[in-house]
């Protein structure tokens, strides 16, 4: 519900720009990672540790593996829960009434609750922590109250709820090593590509590590329960893993039908990352108590010894995994590109199976359909195109220097289906154009009609070279259409497109006789 009355809001103004969304998903992330410095200053640690903390939390909270979520506007519910989370942590700890936090920490809930499925699991990582940090008066008229509120919330939220029927069924009769190692593999989703050819194995010893020290750090912390300052200082970090364990546990329960790898997806890592924050906290917070108390240099030198073992162990995977998933964002994001082209272009060209291919697999209906209602109502920006004549559309030369490509091939096969490939770049924005439209002129100087896309991209290592950019990385294009889409005698051209504008850019070499 809280997603959609946010992408109503952003439609107030009669414009609608999912970038708007995509800075949200940034915000979110920024306001998350100033919760965290507030929880670690809370912590008792000193000035080096919450620095180094919060050095290796923000690298966390802003890693790359979050790719598919990154680039989609759809992704920002994503980062409410924690952003939730963290907020209500905070709140609890000031001097402020009982009263205020428990109004503050329900109104986060619930936002929670009706934000993501897994939203649920703040009523019982918020409030309650607050019986663990500080003493409460009528402390159990204040545990009623909540549980009051959260099965009031909790019936609203499952009113007249039906599982849709293409989800697998929840909690079905796998085997208990299957859930196991979805949730491992969720739990270590973060460092995933550390190991690209085994993908699998590196999240599962990832996940492993953190759950190991996760675990020894609660032992050690049991030892000290009756320390109420102690305790006090770690019990937020606690919520904040048992928000990454809750969260695998019903991820595994609704798709382990899908097989254990599915715990792999991108999407997955936003809500496992914060076991590894609370871990790094827990760590600091421990390794501080017991340097306290050792006085010798040498029980000092080893304990910062396996810090910095433990930090290199985390950093080192951390930066090949960052630079794999740099691949799979640029990747994704010249598959977006190419599916924001065919949008722009399905008024006038059948686009449909590529829409299919890039965006919504099984049916291209709801995409066109949608695009072609938001735009009657202006809130598409840019506009769909309404022609196919590229004369009622800007257009330039791709000259090399706004654009640059060309045509290298075309061939027809015998299938009487047509094949062109070649590269484009658009060099004013550093990056691939969206796609590459095909246009054809008959009679000659009657204008260009455009008559297909290109449906697919290719890597281009010699391009990067050229252009000293890994950003042009995916700039080779190639397109498939039949012969039947341009008249007989027609001269063929090809144009590079930026969708953002919209405007095209005549590649080089590409007035072509045609092949028939």
Same mark, same amino acid.
């Given at each position: 519900m809280l997603p959609k009355l946010v992408f109503i809001l952003s439609a107030a103004n009669g414009r609608w720009d999912v970038r708007d969304q995509m800075m949200l998903s940034v915000v979110c992330c920024w306001l998350t990672a100033a919760g965290i410095f507030l929880l670690l200053r809370r912590s008792g640690l000193q000035p080096g540790g919450i620095a180094v903390c919060f050095w290796l939390s923000v690298l966390t909270i802003f890693f790359t593996a979050q790719y598919e979520l990154w680039i989609f506007a759809s992704g920002f519910p994503s980062f409410f829960p924690a952003l939730f989370l963290v907020t209500s942590l905070v709140v609890i700890g000031p001097d402020i009434s009982t009263v205020w936090k428990f109004v503050l920490c =329900? /109104?986060?809930?619930?936002?929670?609750?009706?934000?993501? !499925?897994? =939203?649920?699991?703040?009523?019982?990582?918020? *409030? !309650?922590v607050l019986f663990l940090v500080a003493p409460v008066r009528r402390r159990w008229w204040w545990v009623t109250a909540w549980a009051a509120l959260c099965v009031l919330c909790s019936a609203v939220y499952f009113w007249g709820y039906q599982k849709p029927a293409y989800l697998p069924a929840f909690a079905p009769a796998v085997s208990a090593m299957d859930y196991v190692r979805f949730i491992l593999e969720f739990l270590g989703g973060a460092l995933t590509y550390a190991g690209k050819d085994r993908p699998e194995l590196s999240a599962t010893i990832f996940g492993s590590a953190q759950c190991l020290l996760f675990f020894a750090a609660f032992l050690y912390c049991i030892r000290r329960v009756r320390d109420r300052a102690f305790v006090a200082k770690t019990a937020p970090w606690f919520a904040l893993a048992l928000y990454s364990f809750g969260s695998a546990f019903l991820a595994a329960?609704?798709?382990?039908?899908? =097989?254990?790898?599915?715990?792999?997806?991108? @999407?997955? /890592?936003?809500?496992?990352?914060?076991?590894?924050i609370a871990v790094i906290a827990l760590v600091a917070i421990i390794v501080q108590e017991i340097a306290n108390r050792r006085q010798s240099i040498r029980a000092r030198v080893w304990i910062y010894g396996i810090c910095a073992v433990l930090m290199a162990a985390y950093l080192v995977p951390y930066k090949v995994c960052s630079a794999?998933?740099?691949?799979?964002?640029?990747?994704? $994001?010249?598959?977006?590109?190419?599916?924001?082209?065919?949008?722009? *272009?399905? !008024?006038?060209?059948?686009?449909?199976?590529?829409?299919?291919?890039?965006a919504y697999p099984n049916d291209a209906r709801p995409v066109t359909e949608g695009a072609d209602a938001l735009d009657r109502l202006k809130l598409l920006r840019p506009p769909l195109l309404r022609t196919n004549r590229l004369e009622a559309i800007p257009h330039d030369l791709a000259d090399g220097k706004d654009a640059s490509g060309a045509c290298e091939t075309i061939a027809l096969n015998d299938s009487q289906v047509v094949r062109a490939r070649g590269w484009a770049v658009l060099n004013a924005k550093g990056r691939p154009?969206?796609? /590459?439209?095909?246009?054809?002129?008959? %009679?000659?100087?009657?204008?260009?009609?455009?008559?297909?896309?290109?449906?697919?991209?290719?890597?281009?290592?010699?391009?990067?070279? @050229?252009?000293?950019?890994?950003?042009?990385?995916?700039?080779?294009? $190639?397109?498939?259409?039949?012969?039947?889409?341009? !008249?007989? =005698?027609?001269?063929?051209?090809?144009?590079?497109?930026?969708?953002?504008? %919209?405007?095209?850019? @005549?590649?080089?070499?590409?007035?072509?006789?045609?092949?028939?």
């Open positions: =329900g /109104v986060l809930a619930i936002a929670s609750s009706f934000t993501l !499925p897994h =939203g649920l699991l703040a009523w019982g990582l918020t *409030f !309650p329960l609704g798709r382990v039908g899908y =097989g254990a790898h599915y715990a792999l997806a991108s @999407r997955y /890592v936003t809500f496992s990352l914060y076991l590894m794999n998933s740099t691949f799979f964002l640029r990747a994704l $994001s010249a598959k977006d590109r190419l599916a924001h082209a065919a949008v722009l *272009f399905s !008024p006038v060209l059948d686009t449909a199976e590529i829409i299919k291919k890039t154009p969206d796609s /590459v439209v095909i246009a054809y002129e008959n %009679p000659p100087g009657g204008g260009w009609v455009a008559c297909a896309m290109s449906d697919s991209f290719e890597m281009r290592a010699e391009i990067v070279k @050229r252009f000293h950019s890994m950003d042009q990385l995916w700039s080779g294009w $190639s397109a498939t259409f039949p012969l039947t889409a341009f !008249p007989a =005698g027609a001269k063929l051209s090809f144009w590079a497109v930026d969708a953002d504008e %919209p405007k095209l850019y @005549r590649l080089k070499d590409n007035a072509m006789p045609t092949i028939r």
